[in-house]
């Protein structure tokens, strides 16, 4: 069966799992075994040193691929060592483009890690493809995208990135982790590797942290291998298992968790209490076509503006029932949170507030109950904001 020929939620299901050839499991077995034996010295089943590789984190790696759309997989031990490996196609010298408001950890990893060694970067508004172009140098290796963006949900026009990059023969890197591929795959567009972090939808059970590089060309497969491989930088078998089981209902998922986004972005737009939404599915969006054209769907993802500040904020924190404050995201429970202190605070001050970061954002991550519930007690908390 060619997998290609299959609908996304079918591939979702079977693509990778069979992994056990003696008893014919139908999931896919959790091999934890750190070491393969040799059958003589020039022979092995596949497999040597689980750091290397592993049958179920393999099993993940090409479900990943196949969703995607790739050549190859590596899963990792988190999305931020996913990220760390794609900084390794790099050298001293070479020159990045990413957005001012990307994930937070992301932007202090590229500026208090990685440009220490060496690596040159410009954050510019990614969502204006000319202010891209005027930071293009000589020496600009990469354009980072991270679209919709965190926690301010502006859209980055992939495929004039990937124009960009191209003439400056540069390659494009796309974190695809706020939407998942069922929602959004980047390859189709031009880039020519995808980041996630599997914590988020990939997984989607708040049960583990882990990430992934997904590459479509040999070159890069290879030297995205190599780099997990000798920095070590894999996920444990388990993990993979999780994440595997994770993706089975990852369509199923993200159309439940839109249905909830749209309709709690709708109330909040339509609130005396509310100053602002931020919600690639509401018409009011300044990327809404964009959306439309690049994206399979809307995301689940919604920040919003509370009038006042602080207070405010706190209070509707303290009021919601369904929704926790917690940081993290793509869970089947909904989340909420304050970019200022929490998911952004190792930006600076002044970082977040030129990203359009303020007292009064709040960044929710929708889950999968049903709509009514999460509307009536996002209502609620707003309805009682004190005078
Ligand atoms: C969470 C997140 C990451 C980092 O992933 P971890 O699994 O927490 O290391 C990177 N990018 C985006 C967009 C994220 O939401």
């Known amino acids: ?72 997989c590596r899963a990792t031990s988190t999305g931020m060592s996913a990220i760390a490996a794609t900084m390794h196609l790099f050298k001293p010298g070479d020159h990045i483009i990413a957005g001012d408001d990307i994930y937070g950890g992301t932007f202090r990893l590229f500026v208090s890690v990685y440009t220490q060694m060496g690596i040159e970067f410009t954050l510019v508004k990614m969502g204006d493809p000319a202010a891209v172009k005027a930071a293009v140098k000589p020496n600009t290796k990469c354009i980072w995208i991270e679209t919709p963006s965190n926690p301010l949900l502006n859209l980055v026009d992939i495929k004039a990135m990937v124009e960009i990059a191209k003439s400056a023969g540069a390659i494009t890197i796309a974190d695809n982790t706020f939407l998942s591929p069922y929602l959004q795959r980047p390859f189709e567009l031009g880039v020519d590797v995808v980041v996630h972090s599997t914590t988020k939808y990939l997984n989607g059970h708040s049960d583990v942290v882990g990430g992934c590089v997904v590459t479509k060309d040999k070159p890069l497969a290879e030297k995205v291998g190599f780099y997990v491989n000798a920095m070590g930088l894999a996920c444990s078998p388990f993990d993979a298992w999780l994440v595997l089981r994770g993706i089975k209902t990852l369509g199923p998922r993200m159309e439940a968790h839109q249905r909830g986004a749209q309709a709690l972005a709708e109330m909040l737009a339509a609130h005396k209490a509310v100053e602002h939404v931020y919600y690639p599915g509401l018409k009011t969006h300044p990327h809404h076509e964009l959306a439309k054209r690049q994206q399979k769907g809307f995301g689940a993802m919604v920040t919003f503006d509370v009038k006042g500040g602080k207070p405010q904020a706190e209070h509707v924190f303290k009021t919601a029932k369904l929704f926790k404050l917690a940081e993290s995201l793509g869970g089947v429970e909904s989340l909420f949170e304050y970019p200022d202190s929490m998911s952004h605070a190792s930006m600076t ?14 960044r929710v991550s929708v889950g999968i109950e049903h709509p009514d519930d999460l509307v009536a007690d996002m209502k609620h908390a707003l309805d009682t904001i004190p005078a």
């Open 349 to 362: 001050h002044e970082a977040r507030r030129q990203g359009g970061i303020t007292e009064k954002t709040i």
């Open 1 to 72: 069966m060619d997998p290609n020929n299959l609908q996304f939620q079918t591939r979702c299901v079977h693509v990778g799992v069979e992994k056990d050839s003696s008893f014919n499991s139908v999931i896919t077995p959790i091999y934890p075994s750190s070491t393969f034996a040799w059958d003589d010295l020039n022979t092995n089943r596949g497999y040597d040193y689980t750091r290397s590789g592993n049958p179920t984190r393999r099993a993940l790696e090409e479900n990943i691929t196949q969703l995607e759309g790739g050549l190859d």
